[in-house]
């Protein structure tokens, strides 16, 4: 159910250009439509979540094929479903669970379009007590600053004929969505890095020496991602221009999600938290959620009326079973039979009550789930002014 609703917020209308700056500065996220093209087929986000025992940020931006059917919505699950992978794998280790979730991104859009549409994937998984990993299929990029040298270098090679064999075309060999005999390509990230970022192929129109140069002589983040985004444009824009960058100098972890109930996700248009009644990141309990209603007012799940009549119910049941202290029976079996009598009428009134209050316009498997989202716009740093999704 996370997967489906992150992909349809993904997929709601916005702005032609968007910035978004989070964690007091050590992120910044945008996206620009281009002067060229009529709809914008990147997508870029930012889910912090928690383990019960890590806190975890995981970036990453996807391109999709605009050459290839569905180019847009083969984006949207390509990103939607890495992300509810790693949540699900996360427990296994952070390179564990960014190869999984390719993988499960790769095997969800080629089921949607068959091998005649996928999408690009750069992305950057960073934990607070494991080690920091990156992964890469397609031609969108992960550039990184060294810290000791202070310059850009690139870190990813494109999968194209021209990069991955030195050929001369630009077709990608492998990419999201292509099924069989995909082969992300995985790695740690090294120390020394202190800045990273994320690209699809509409900011490699900017040279490579003025993108160094950008990158090079600007502080903070939120300021060269500005940059890059203008420069694309000015450049031409002949493609959508799409970032993720991550300051890691800057980065605490201090501004996170504060349990494992918890997730929250960000675009370049604005942030959003799911809420669930327990962790989806705790495998001792299934990872699964059912259908739920969102009001269209406040965009609030509450919690039914059902829920709350079973919390009541076995509330009651907890406070009839609790004998007093100084009432005593003779012997066992009056213990025995007052205790199953009991236990019984408690079961009876638990039913009547549950059937007297559950809502029948809601099916049973929709009252398990317990979720708020909250979709503000941040105007802290007057990047956007407007949200076109409400």
């Known amino acids: 159910m996370f997967q489906e609703l992150l992909q349809k917020h993904l997929a709601r209308g916005v702005l032609s250009r968007g910035l978004l700056s989070i964690d007091g500065g050590a992120i910044a996220i945008a996206s620009d439509l281009g002067v060229k093209r009529t709809e914008n087929q990147d997508r870029a986000a930012v889910m912090k979540f928690r383990s019960p025992t890590a806190l975890y940020t995981l970036a990453a931006v996807v391109d999709g094929m605009g050459g290839m059917r569905d180019g847009e919505q083969a984006a949207e699950l390509a990103i939607s479903t890495f992300f509810?992978?790693?949540l699900g794998s996360i427990h296994l280790g952070s390179e564990h669970a960014i190869t999984q979730a390719t993988l499960a991104a790769n095997n969800a859009v080629f089921a949607f379009a068959n091998g005649k549409g996928g999408s690009t994937l750069s992305a950057l998984l960073l934990c607070s007590d494991d080690v920091n990993v990156t992964v890469n299929v397609g031609d969108s990029r992960i550039y990184a600053k060294d810290s000791v040298l202070?310059?850009?270098?690139?870190?990813?090679?494109?999968d194209s004929l021209a990069e991955a064999v030195g050929g001369s075309g630009t077709e990608l060999l492998q990419f999201i969505g292509m099924g069989e005999g995909i082969k992300p390509h995985v790695a740690p990230l090294k120390s020394e890095v202190s800045q990273i970022y994320l690209t699809t192929d509409g900011v490699h129109y900017?040279?490579?020496?003025?993108?160094?140069?950008?990158?090079?002589?600007a502080d903070r983040v939120n300021q060269i991602v500005e940059r890059l985004i203008a420069t694309a444009r000015w450049c031409g824009g002949p493609d959508n221009a799409s970032i993720c960058a991550v300051d890691l100098e800057l980065l605490t972890f201090e501004e996170h999600v504060d349990d494992t109930t918890v997730i929250k996700v960000s675009d370049p248009y604005t942030s959003m938290q799911f809420i669930w009644g327990?962790?989806?990141?705790?495998?001792q309990i299934p990872y699964q959620m059912s259908d739920q209603h969102v009001t269209n007012t406040h965009k609030t799940a509450n919690i039914s009326e059902a829920d709350e009549s079973a919390n009541a119910v076995s509330a009651d049941v907890k406070g009839n079973e609790r004998l007093d202290e100084e009432q005593q029976f003779d012997n066992k079996e009056q213990l025995e039979s007052a205790s199953k009598a009991e236990n019984k009428e408690n079961q009876r009134r638990k039913r009547r009550t549950s059937k007297n209050k559950i809502n029948k316009k809601i099916p049973d498997d929709e009252v398990q789930i317990k979720m708020t989202i909250f979709d503000d716009v941040d105007n802290g740093n007057g990047e956007v002014s407007d949200d076109s999704s409400n």
């Open 206 to 217: 900017i040279e490579p020496k003025t993108l160094s140069d950008i990158v090079e002589n």
């Open 150 to 158: 202070n310059r850009l270098i690139r870190l990813s090679v494109d």
């Open 84 to 86: 509810n992978s790693v």
């Open 278 to 283: 327990y962790s989806p990141v705790d495998k």
